[in-house]
């Protein structure tokens, strides 16, 4: 079974914090995702990434930065948390190969005070 | 540009009754369709893909190229079928492939 893991279901930060949210997946996916999940816009993407070290911007990337040093591991980062940043954040993979299913995390709650 | 339309937020059937979860799309390309389903406190996963022409959990999904849509369908609605709906084209941006999520729609299946 294809795991994709986020390491914190529930944060709460204040706003202007630096929030780093972690993403790993166990089966050398060559693509992964970030996006955000909002009552009434549905999923909304904010990065991908289809190689190491490589990341490109999806529809909402402002206020937002990524990370991919490693294959396995995704992160997404928020340089100045803002209270509009309050969302679900999923992080979703899948194997380099047209069509192919995503997998998704659980997701993470962040709440910003 | 590419876009995925669910025009209803909200859907409620009885049980036993017929279930429609509406998905029309924009895409210039040869499009490829998904319907993900997200049960309460669980992870989104899939359910279909119009490729595969499968039934899966008693849902079909056809892809009419014609009207751009591509409808769930179910004949008998269950009360575990209560989740919330999103379909999903997926289309190439920088070379790679991405998801574009329609707003998703919530199904409930009362008693």
């Known amino acids: 079974d294809v795991k994709v893991t986020q390491s914190s279901r529930y944060l709460v930060k204040r706003t202007g914090e630096k929030v780093f949210l972690e993403c790993v997946q166990d089966m050398d996916h060559e693509n992964m995702f970030w996006y955000r999940q909002d009552p009434g816009l549905g999923l909304r993407l904010i990065y991908f990434?289809?190689?190491?070290?490589?990341?490109e911007k999806g529809d909402i990337p402002e206020g937002y930065s990524v990370s991919r040093e490693k294959k396995e591991r995704f992160s997404l980062i928020l340089e100045s948390a803002s209270t509009n940043q309050t969302s679900m954040y999923l992080c979703?993979?899948?194997?380099?190969?047209?069509?192919?299913?995503?997998?998704f995390g659980e997701g993470s709650w962040l709440t910003v005070v | 540009a590419q876009r995925v339309t669910q025009p209803e937020k909200l859907l409620s059937v009885f049980k036993g009754a017929p279930v429609e979860l509406k998905c029309n799309y924009s895409y210039s390309g040869s499009p490829e369709l998904f319907w993900y389903v997200q049960y309460s406190r669980q992870r989104l996963q899939l359910l279909l893909r119009?490729?595969s022409r499968e039934s899966i959990k008693g849902f079909t999904a056809d892809l009419n190229k014609g009207e751009t849509s591509f409808h769930l369908k179910k004949p008998f609605a269950q009360e575990e079928d209560s989740a919330m709906y999103y379909c999903a084209l997926s289309t190439s941006l920088g070379g790679s492939e991405k998801l574009v999520f329609g707003k998703g729609t919530k199904l409930t299946v009362n008693p």
């Open positions: 119009h490729i």
């Open positions: 990434s289809y190689d190491v070290k490589m990341k």
């Open positions: 979703a993979s899948r194997t380099d190969s047209s069509g192919n299913t995503i997998y």
